[in-house]
């Protein structure tokens, strides 16, 4: 088995790659129309699936699952869960969608600074939070006037409307939220038993790397690189080192511990939710087109994952608690 890439190789190679597509936004180069869809498609089939699509090995190492009645407790919660918050976007769109916000928000937050995470649940939650608004917001807080209607399509609510201030300062929003991510890793550097705070050097520029690539490049772009890239992928890696410890499950069989054994244990139910959203999409289409109107298709993707986020998010949270140390910093 080939040995792994260091965190701070991961690290550099994700960094960098942000750069580069931060400055061809930043340079004049169009990232818009087809090739945001690129980009969203790309994260999505590559990394953004597959790193929830092992969800049930994960369970099955983390509650000693075993056999058909260990995989109907596993099924039945998880799609339960999902199916539950499917029917509250059918009731209230708009505290679906707020409550997609806060919910994806701790996660992407969990993800990038569990390493960082103090004894405290109270802080914990206040830090990932800060992390998370930054990241989930900050596409839109810098390009309101392209969000907004997709905004509206999923959730009838319109944010322009709701707060004008929004299209009229949008780097100003930006700035706001980048700055109280850094307030928040000041006081999280404050209260350090010891003086060693290096992470924060390379937390700080990870703010102002992210912070520069949400307001040049095109909201989707933006949100794609960092969903693909800095959660999604660094997710995959705990996963690998989780699994690597794990060894084998109860009937011998090697939990995935290479790249790709991972994709080919993620390929069943990586497929299987595209393929329920192209089925739905094609059945919802007009007259004469494969699929719905951009922002109704964005719509539809955007609900099945805020479905299956939640679910996925509270497998995740247990997994970081069986954790227990500090792990690798993602990505």
Do not use: C
């Not at 260091?6 to 190679?13: D, L, Q, S």
């Amino acid at each position: 088995m080939p040995p792994p890439l260091t965190p701070t190789i991961r690290y550099v190679a994700v960094a960098s790659i942000t750069g580069v597509v931060a400055a061809l936004a930043g340079g004049g180069v169009d990232l818009g129309g087809a090739t945001g869809g690129a980009f969203l498609g790309a994260a999505v089939l590559l990394t953004g699936m597959p790193h929830g699509a092992v969800d049930h090995l994960v369970a099955q190492r983390l509650f000693d699952l075993r056999g058909p009645r260990g995989a109907a407790l596993f099924y039945g919660a998880y799609v339960t869960a999902a199916a539950l918050y499917g029917l509250v976007w059918l009731a209230s769109p708009k505290v679906a969608l707020g409550g997609f916000v806060l919910m994806a928000a701790y996660h992407f937050g969990q993800a990038d600074l569990a390493y960082l995470a103090p004894r405290s649940r109270a802080a914990r939650a206040g830090l990932y939070l800060s992390r998370g608004v930054f990241v989930a917001v900050g596409p839109l807080a810098a390009h309101p006037q392209a969000v907004a209607p997709l905004v509206e399509a999923i959730s009838g609510f319109a944010p322009l409307e709701a707060a004008p201030v929004l299209a009229e300062a949008p780097l100003l929003g930006l700035t706001g939220l980048a700055a109280q991510h850094a307030l928040a890793l000041g006081v999280r550097a404050g209260a350090e038993e010891n003086s060693n705070t290096r992470w924060m050097r390379r937390e700080v520029f990870s703010v102002a790397l992210l912070t520069v690539l949400f307001g040049a490049a095109p909201p989707l772009v933006g949100f794609s690189v960092y969903f693909g890239l800095w959660h999604a992928l660094g997710h995959i890696f705990v996963l690998l080192r989780f699994f690597r410890a794990a060894g084998a499950d109860a009937g011998g069989d090697p939990f995935p511990n290479t790249a790709a054994a991972f994709y080919r244990r993620a390929a069943a139910y990586t497929a299987l939710p595209l393929v329920g959203l192209a089925t739905f999409m094609g059945l919802t289409a007009p007259p004469g087109r494969m699929l719905p109107p951009m922002p109704e298709a964005l719509a539809a993707l955007f609900v099945l994952i805020s479905v299956l986020t939640l679910p996925h998010m509270l497998l995740v949270e247990r997994l970081y608690h069986h954790e227990r140390s500090p792990h690798e910093r993602p990505p």
